[in-house]
């Protein structure tokens, strides 16, 4: 590279090679021919396996109706298919930890959108787009030292 003298000579020299292009996303599938991601959602902890099937979803080797009983919580994970348009597509294999059953849902749906990611990956614009492969990172905060909760005072009383 030349050393520049001159504004002159900032002109005649030859512009930098182009940005390098986006990076290639490849489809990731192990032997049996599934896709395997981990979603994560406060303290919750999901394993996701996805492979062509009629559709059954299992969370802890019990039907989702059984393990998510609010249909909030079903509606939660199956929003990542619903974007994809592909309900009904993939059984899904889930084993879930920690946190309570909203963390695990949202753990859930987000291990299931990067799996889908995985065994497609042309579906990762509309996923991306919906925030889906975006881990959630608010977590509780912690309680300090001279308080009720990690804000939360004592009452004050004067007398």
Avoid: C
């Amino acid at each position: 590279m030349a050393t520049l003298q001159s504004l002159a000579d900032l002109g005649q020299q030859q512009p930098q090679t182009a940005a390098p292009e986006a990076p290639r996303y490849e489809k990731k599938i192990d032997a049996q021919g599934r896709a395997y991601a981990t979603g994560k959602r406060k303290d919750a902890v999901a394993r996701v396996w996805i492979k062509p099937g009629p559709g059954q979803i299992t969370v802890n080797q019990k039907p989702v109706e059984q393990y998510f009983a609010r249909p909030v919580l079903r509606m939660i994970l199956q929003q990542p298919l619903h974007v994809a348009n592909r309900a009904g597509q993939f059984d899904i294999v889930v084993t879930v930890e920690g946190g309570g059953l909203s963390g695990q849902a949202g753990a859930v749906r987000h291990g299931l959108a990067k799996a889908l990611t995985n065994f497609e990956p042309e579906l990762r614009p509309a996923l991306k787009r919906e925030g889906f492969l975006t881990r959630d990172p608010r977590v509780v905060e912690r309680k300090k030292y001279g308080k009720k909760k990690a804000r939360r005072s004592f009452q004050f009383s004067k007398r």
